[in-house]
């Protein structure tokens, strides 16, 4: 039994692996959000919580899910491919599922806190997002920290949060706050998703380059008929196209709402 | 939006400056080994010292039809690498690795490389397995079957360690096979300078590889004679040089923490042949012969332990890194540099050695080992 994914040099299996960290940090985000969705409520005056959006367990469960084996063991320690669409789940579906979970008086709690609004403004959680989408994917950093579980766990968690900083200002609406409005917000997801240089940077490097970018995959113990190669192009595909597919869904909930409101 | 615009040019530089600095490689710690290495002989593959003879053996090929190895590559340069085809890691790792940088070479650079797959396994690995898997990595590639024997005959000429099978119930189609996991370069003049441990990439075989093509040698020749070794015998049996056992250099890479550190050493045989059956410290609470083994899946780097070794007359025998080493478990203080550890080997005839194994830094050993195998050179 393992606290969490990393990677190993043992062959891939397909037995079942208990990963005991993971299931306690889903279980301390769902716990996390109903506590302070409670206090919210009670500081509000109000009887009871409101029940929890759904959205949120959907979120939950892609949390989990990108997480915990067999997706997160293939992503920590095998292929390169994998731990992308582990990314994708964790740093850009379930952020925004989750932060449906919190309460209009959860969000009220909290948004006038001059830390909170600092990182949830739409400039800084772009290039924080962004530079930790850098960061957690240069060579030297994921071949060191994606050997140790805590640091497979640092990169997993920071995607969770960063990814937080980033969806806020998409999905979070307070009624007190600035406006960031729909083609603004459109315009945030172009820039910083969709066409974000890091990203297109990034997954260039993993579909084109020579040799693959990370040593820890290509000396990762095989699994039959998938090349090293063939899987950082992958990887790199679904960067680019999944990242950029996202966005597009992402600004067409935004337009259709917008275009709601404005009929 | 100008805003925006504005404060993301420099997350895009500094985006392109740190992927243009890592370039396509990863960067862990054996990267700056292999970029010090490179830069110390013009190649990423580890040197060996001395160059090991192109051996000359005949085995059957995946067609059934005798292959010899020395005629059949003679010219060539030669990779030839002991493994078997139900290896879970080194074995596929290495081969693809090859295969993927030599599809990228040019046809010239290509053609005048030869790649060799012994197979350790003979039980399992019948020429027609061994035909269907090399080829599903490149058609070009020879796959070598012999008996164990006959394999382990060429080991031992190789001065690589033997196939390591425990006992396998009969019928049983799951197991393991120990071998050797480095890759042995012969370059276009029949000598191996240059091997290839396992952790060696892609960038590092797209790097090498035509430069062996082009018949290029490693540069800095490692430096020679007694004069780098620093042997300190140790208490009344102050007597190495004039036993029958001579030990060129016994090293200790400073060790990180108390709990564990390597011994390595460099000795010969100069008469009967002789076993070390055991190693001993009064400075540590166990030491321990092991062999690099790719293993039993635990680790890549599996440590196999060895109960004894046998040294041939006029054999020089060698515990370097990636190789057969000796454990010390348990230091009673973490020796630090310039210090010396007291170290027993326990030869079956010779008796007991007495040595001092100095501690130095690790980017030294390889330095040292190398300068103590080559005085120890006929």
Redesign the interface.
């Not at chain 2, 396509?24 to 862990?28: A, E, F, K, L, V």
């Not at chain 2, 899946?297 to 890549?300: G, I, W």
């Given at each position: 039994m393992q606290f969490w994914c990393s990677a190993t040099?043992?062959?891939w299996t397909w037995t079942w692996q208990a990963y005991v960290g993971i299931w306690i940090f889903v279980l301390l985000v769902a716990a996390g959000m109903v506590a302070w969705n409670r206090v919210a409520a009670r500081r509000a005056g109000m009887a009871s919580s409101p029940p929890m959006h759904p959205l949120f367990v959907v979120g939950l469960l892609v949390l989990w899910l990108a997480l915990d084996w067999p997706i997160g063991a293939l992503g920590a320690g095998y292929l390169a491919s994998v731990h992308m669409l582990q990314f994708l789940l964790i740093g850009l579906v379930a952020p925004p599922l989750l932060l449906r979970g919190i309460s209009p008086q959860a969000q009220a709690l909290v948004a006038d806190h001059p830390l909170i609004q600092r990182l949830t403004s739409?400039?800084f959680a772009?290039?924080v997002f962004?530079?930790t989408v850098?960061?957690t994917h240069?060579?030297?950093?994921?071949?060191?920290l994606m050997r140790s579980q805590l640091g497979s766990m640092v990169i997993d968690v920071s995607w969770l949060v960063t990814g937080l900083f980033f969806w806020w200002p998409v999905v979070v609406e307070l009624p007190r706050r600035a406006k960031f409005p729909p083609p603004?917000r459109m315009?945030?997801l172009i820039?910083g998703l969709m066409f974000s240089?890091?990203m297109f940077?990034?997954a260039g490097?993993l579909a084109y380059?020579?040799?693959?970018?990370?040593?820890?995959y290509?000396?990762a113990?095989?699994i039959p008929g998938i090349?090293?190669?063939d899987d950082h192009q992958a990887a790199g595909a679904l960067m680019s196209v999944g990242g950029a597919t996202i966005a597009f869904i992402a600004m067409s909930v935004i337009f259709f709402r917008w275009s709601k409101t404005d009929q | 939006?100008l805003?925006?615009?504005v404060?993301?040019v420099p997350?895009?530089l500094?985006?392109?400056l740190?992927?243009a600095a890592?370039g396509?490689?990863?960067?862990?710690a054996?990267?700056s080994d292999a970029a010090a290495a490179a830069a110390a002989n013009g190649f990423r593959g580890v040197i060996t010292a001395p160059p090991r003879e192109k051996p000359d053996f005949t085995l059957t090929d995946v067609n059934g039809a005798p292959f010899n190895f020395r005629q059949a590559t003679a010219g060539k340069v030669t990779l030839l690498f002991f493994g078997y085809t139900h290896c879970?890691?080194v074995c596929?790792?290495h081969v693809?690795?090859v295969a993927?940088?030599l599809r990228?070479l040019p046809f010239e650079e290509r053609e005048a490389v030869r790649f060799v797959f012994v197979t350790t396994d003979p039980a399992r690995d019948t020429p027609e397995r061994l035909k269907e898997w090399l080829g599903s990595f490149d058609p070009t590639f020879i796959g070598l079957h012999g008996s164990v024997e006959e394999v382990n005959r060429i080991l031992y000429g190789l001065r690589m360690p033997p196939i390591q099978q425990a006992d396998v119930p009969a019928g049983t189609a799951e197991y393991e096979v120990g071998h050797a996991a480095q890759v042995l370069a012969f370059g276009l003049d029949g000598l191996s300078r240059l091997e290839y441990p396992?952790?060696i990439?892609?960038?590092d075989w797209?790097h090498d590889l035509p430069k062996l093509a082009r018949g290029e040698l490693p540069t800095g020749a490692p430096p020679s004679g007694p004069g780098a070794v620093d042997l300190k015998p140790l208490g009344e049996r102050a007597d190495v040089p004039a036993v029958a056992i001579r030990v060129a250099v016994a090293l200790v890479p400073q060790p990180a923490t108390t709990t564990e550190g390597a011994l390595y050493l460099v000795l010969r045989n100069n008469l009967a042949e002789d076993t070390l059956y055991a190693v001993s410290s009064e400075a540590a609470q166990r030491a321990e012969m092991h062999e690099t083994m790719p293993g039993d899946?635990?680790?890549?780097g599996h440590m196999m332990p060895v109960p004894e070794v046998v040294v041939r007359a006029g054999e020089t025998l060698q515990f370097v890194p990636g190789g057969r080493h000796v454990m010390l478990l348990g230091f009673s203080s973490r020796p630090v540099l310039g210090e010396s550890v007291p170290i027993r080997l326990h030869f079956r005839r010779a008796g007991e050695l007495i040595l001092a194994a100095n501690v130095v830094p690790y980017a030294d050993l390889e330095r040292l080992l190398a300068a103590a195998a080559a005085s120890l050179a006929p």
């Open positions: 040099t043992r062959a739409p400039i772009l290039v962004n530079a850098l960061v240069l060579p030297a950093v994921a071949d060191t603004l315009l945030y820039g240089p890091v940077g990034l490097f380059s020579e040799t693959p970018m990370y040593g820890f290509e000396l113990p095989p090349s090293s190669r | 939006m805003r925006l615009r404060r993301l997350l895009t500094a985006g392109a740190a992927l890592c396509t490689r990863g960067g862990d054996r990267d879970p890691d596929p790792l693809a690795n993927a940088v990228k396992f952790g990439r892609q960038d797209a899946h635990k680790t890549m």
